[in-house]
């Protein structure tokens, strides 16, 4: 299996502008999660979708941040306008099951830096 | 929510040595995994194990969920052991992996 594929893996680009980033999760998984690494706050649950659809946002940090599932075979995480503060490593991790039941394949991650 | 303590959060090792990392959880978890980042960034799968003992080469980790809390056991150590090492879990019908704050391994060859 390919495991999980996100795009772009790096990403520079100025404040104000909209960022999207993609994951493509391992074929036959039904979990989706984005999750955001940064040095002050470690690893952070952003969104979680089951079957498609986002279950919980909560961890979202503001309206500037929306993600979408249009399929089971892609997501995308858009932050617009994005802001300096917004630059860490996101990552798309996949899991098979809904309730955490199964273990977490996660992307290589996009390192996004604002300036 | 649940707390997740890792210990040592830092270890310097000689190429050859041996360690024990420690993962204790504030409550119960039904949902355990153990992951390897290493130096360019990848979160690496080790083991999923909520409970009892797994082994894979010269890794193994164990977790007595009734007493909350799991160890990896790095046996002959080498400098691609280097990285930071995470323990993550979650609790009963929840999707929720709550992260560790991490070990960082630093192998020296």
């Known amino acids: 299996d390919a495991g999980v594929i996100q795009s772009p893996r790096h990403e520079v680009t100025e404040m104000g502008q909209e960022v999207t980033l993609r994951c493509k999760p391992i074929?036959?998984?039904?979990?989706l999660f984005w999750y955001r690494q940064t040095m002050m706050r470690g690893l952070e649950l952003l969104i979680y979708?089951?079957?498609?659809?986002?279950?919980?946002d909560s961890g979202m940090p503001e309206d500037r941040f929306s993600a979408k599932m249009p399929n089971a075979s892609f997501s995308t995480l858009k932050i617009q306008p994005s802001e300096p503060r917004d630059s860490a490593v996101y990552f798309c991790a996949s899991s098979l099951g809904g309730f955490g039941n199964s273990p977490l394949h996660f992307g290589n991650g996009t390192r996004l830096t604002v300036t | 929510g649940i707390q997740v303590e890792q210990s040592p959060p830092d270890l310097i090792l000689q190429e050859g040595a041996n360690s024990t990392l420690r993962c204790n959880f504030s409550?119960?978890?039904?949902?355990l995994q153990w992951f390897h980042q290493n130096p360019w960034g990848q979160l690496i799968n080790l083991f999923y194990i909520p409970s009892g003992t797994k082994q894979n080469g010269r890794l193994s980790a164990t977790t007595v969920a009734t007493e909350r809390y799991s160890l990896l056991y790095i046996s002959s150590s080498q400098t691609t052991d280097s990285g930071v090492y995470f323990c993550?879990?979650?609790?009963?019908?929840?999707?929720?992996?709550?992260f560790g704050t991490g070990t960082r391994l630093k192998v020296l060859a």
């Open positions: 979708f089951n079957n498609n659809v986002p279950i919980d």
């Open positions: 074929s036959g998984h039904n979990s």
């Open positions: 409550d119960s978890v039904n949902n």
């Open positions: 993550a879990g979650g609790g009963s019908g929840t999707y929720k992996y709550i």
